[in-house]
């Protein structure tokens, strides 16, 4: 199977191959380097003239981005670590969210920023961050995550393809991942349901009754297959899975179509707890559903620690989601 | 003597329209804030009578003036500073973001330089042959983005115009405390020619951004041009702490008075006549508009 990262550049390529309006920026994104990641390998040789590789100047790159999709462009920026998102924040929250609305629908700003999040590299307090919860919530800004399941290369064609400005969170450690098939592998047991729409939803359900839903996206998709199967065979304890590829503008349905089985609700990520995405879906689905059951679990409020041992305390595992799981079944 | 009209006739427009929005607001009529263009109507007037219809223009917080002398409509500026569904951007902008044709603004210092730098990008690879120009204050030679994208267009050759309007003030902090060093440099270190007035006099910034524009527009890479000027009103409204004995010295530079030095006095009141004609229908026609709704959208 292919993996994460080929499907990704294989996204890119395609896009830029087929519309030329196509184009990236981001620093040191030129072959033969192609990228901190190597999502972007190969596209400077095969497009020369649309892949420019730029100063280190966050703020000003996605600025250029929203120019260039202001008059009739499709750029794609790369920025080399999520934590820098911090830089791009006024170019997002004022500028790429704003115009649309604020110029009363008469432009559309086609950008997509793509950033590698998260850690369990040992990277330390600054390139390890799962930022994107402060995005979530501004209007006119979507935040979307692929994962191993959906295919990620389909997902990215989406957010180029999308007229609104898109924030592409890919976690590190997804991109040696090979896709994963429904009925193959720890798939096995599970009957896959997907959402229609640019950036689907996945419901993973147990051949059994299942007793809770876990609701994760990205990276955190495999520690929650992890404990389900832990779950199931040291416990007998059957869960569903729902798995967001878009996490910003919220539409929670499917997930509530799974409480309405379950009750129970697990919510799984790698930022950190206080105001981050379970909040919001914890707080949605307790408002929607009254006596539903909640837990999170997320990495603890510090930063991500560059020790092994101290960054797989900080960031949540297979373990504490079992151990969430089991007090909310109790 | 016709250009000379023309010229009197923008700077007259501006100043009336934002006289006009001074006094609105005492009547209710307006709501928020508003940033006045006047004394710096020469700026405008003179770099827009030697653009091109379809340069594309992003401009910042202090944007009617701007508008105004792009050949923007009084009328739909009006209607949108009163908060009218008939306005720019249907109500949703207000005086410091709208929309219309290839102009922009927004309120955010700093941030619109990025920006105006991608569309200069984009008309460059779109080979359409349109210059971009953006505005900038004073003040706003703090915001590091304004660097990072001076940058960017120099390297790229990018077909950008950088106005810098010094004003002499940032809101209320005047430019010996907030700007160190030299304004040219900031660009030259970039390797960014710079053309640089102080002169309130519209045909002299006429003929400097004609200069400007002419090298932009062959293609050398960006230019800058530097004014420094005056702002005769507060910064919005009433923060202002200038003294009363500075605001009448400054008023000796009115770019009304030494630009209306070159017209007779019948063409002056003509223009007055057919500016106050064009600014009454306007705020009258916005004021009977209606106001905008909401539309479909509901609480969850
Ligand atoms: C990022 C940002 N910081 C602060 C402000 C508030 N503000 C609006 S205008 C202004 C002064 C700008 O001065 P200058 O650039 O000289 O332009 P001028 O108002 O003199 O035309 C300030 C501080 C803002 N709009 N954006
Ligand atoms: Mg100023």
């Keep these: 199977m292919p993996t994460v990262l080929d499907r990704l550049n294989l996204a890119l390529h395609y896009a830029m191959e087929t519309d030329e309006r196509v184009t990236m920026l981001g620093e040191d994104i030129l072959d033969p380097y192609g990228g901190a990641f190597k999502v972007t390998r190969g596209l400077s040789t095969k497009f020369p003239k649309r892949v420019l590789t730029t100063p280190i100047s966050e703020a000003a790159i996605v600025g250029v981005a929203n120019g260039m999709a202001l008059r009739g462009l499709r750029p794609v920026v790369e920025i080399m670590f999520g934590d820098f998102v911090t830089l791009i924040a006024d170019q997002l929250v004022n500028h790429s969210s704003k115009f649309r609305w604020m110029y009363n629908d008469q432009v559309r700003v086609p950008v997509v920023v793509r950033t590698p999040m998260g850690g369990r590299r040992g990277y330390g307090p600054t390139h390890s961050q799962s930022l994107e919860k402060l995005f979530l919530g501004v209007p006119g800004l979507k935040v979307v995550a692929p994962n191993a399941l959906g295919d990620p290369a389909e997902l990215l064609a989406a957010a180029i393809a999308d ?8 976690h590190k450690l997804l991109y040696a991942r090979p896709l994963l098939e429904p009925g193959k592998g720890d798939l096995i047991d599970f009957q896959v349901e997907q959402t229609g729409g640019a950036y689907p939803a996945f419901t993973l359900r147990p051949a059994d009754s299942a007793r809770l839903t876990i609701a994760c996206y990205g990276y955190n998709f495999e520690l929650a297959r992890a404990a389900a199967l832990d779950l199931l065979m040291e416990h007998e304890i059957f869960v569903e899975i729902v798995l967001f590829s878009q996490l910003s503008p919220f539409d929670l349905a499917p997930l509530f179509s799974s409480l309405v089985r379950t009750r129970k609700l697990l919510t799984v990520e790698e930022g950190t707890l206080s105001l981050g995405w379970g909040a919001e879906v914890a707080a949605r689905a307790v408002e929607r559903m009254d006596g539903l059951r909640v837990r999170r679990v997320a990495a603890l409020d510090l930063p991500v620690a560059n020790a092994k041992s101290l960054e797989d305390a900080i960031l949540p595992s297979v373990q504490d989601i079992v151990n969430a799981a089991l007090s909310l079944v109790s | 003597m016709d250009h000379n009209f023309a010229l009197y006739k923008t700077m007259l427009l501006i100043r009336r329209f934002e006289e006009r929005l001074l006094s609105e607001f005492s009547t209710g009529k307006l709501v928020g804030t508003t940033h006045a263009y006047i004394g710096q109507e ?6 827009f009578s030697v653009t091109e219809p379809e340069d594309v223009v992003f401009s910042n917080h202090r944007c009617h003036g ?9 009328y739909r500026l009006a209607a949108e ?21 290839n102009f922009y603004s927004n309120g955010i210092q700093g941030g619109i330089v990025p920006v105006a730098t991608g569309m200069a990008l984009a008309e460059k690879v779109r080979a359409t042959g349109k210059i971009t120009l953006v505005f900038i204050g004073d003040g706003t030679l703090g915001e590091g983005a304004l660097y990072e994208s001076l940058n960017i267009a120099a390297l790229w050759k990018l077909h950008i115009l950088f106005v810098l309007e010094d004003n002499r003030h940032a809101q209320t902090t005047p430019v010996e405390k907030g700007v160190a060093g030299s304004m ?5 270190a970039f390797g960014i ?14 003929s400097a951004a004609d200069e400007t524009v002419r090298a932009v527009r062959s293609g050398a890479g960006p230019a800058s041009l530097i004014l420094h000027t005056y702002r005769f009103s507060a910064h919005s409204k009433g923060d202002d702490p200038r003294s009363p004995e500075e605001l009448v010295r400054i008023r000796q530079f009115d770019p ?39 539309g479909n959208q509901v609480r969850r």
């Excluded at chain 2, 020469?42 to 770099?47: E, F, H, K, R, V």
């Excluded at chain 2, 630009?259 to 600014?279: N, P, Q, Y």
């Excluded at chain 2, 026609?285 to 106001?291: E, I």
């Design chain 2, 81 to 101: 500073l009163m908060g009218r569904a008939t306005g720019l951007v249907g109500g949703r902008g207000g005086s410091q973001h709208i929309h219309w044709r």
């Design chain 2, 193 to 206: 020619p710079v053309w640089e007035r102080d002169t309130t006099d519209v045909l002299d910034i006429r």
């Design chain 2, 256 to 294: 009304l008075t030494v630009h209306g030095a070159r017209l007779t006095a019948e063409e002056c009141t003509k223009a007055e006549s057919e500016v106050d004609a064009v600014i009454n229908d306007a705020f009258v026609r916005a004021d009977a508009d209606p106001f905008p709704v909401l």
């Design chain 2, 66 to 74: 701007h508008f105004l002398a792009y050949g923007g409509e009084p």
């Design chain 2, 42 to 47: 020469a700026d405008a007037a003179g770099i």
């Design chain 2, 184 to 188: 040219s440099g900031r660009f030259a």
């Design chain 1, 163 to 170: 007229d609104d400005p898109v924030l592409f969170v890919e």
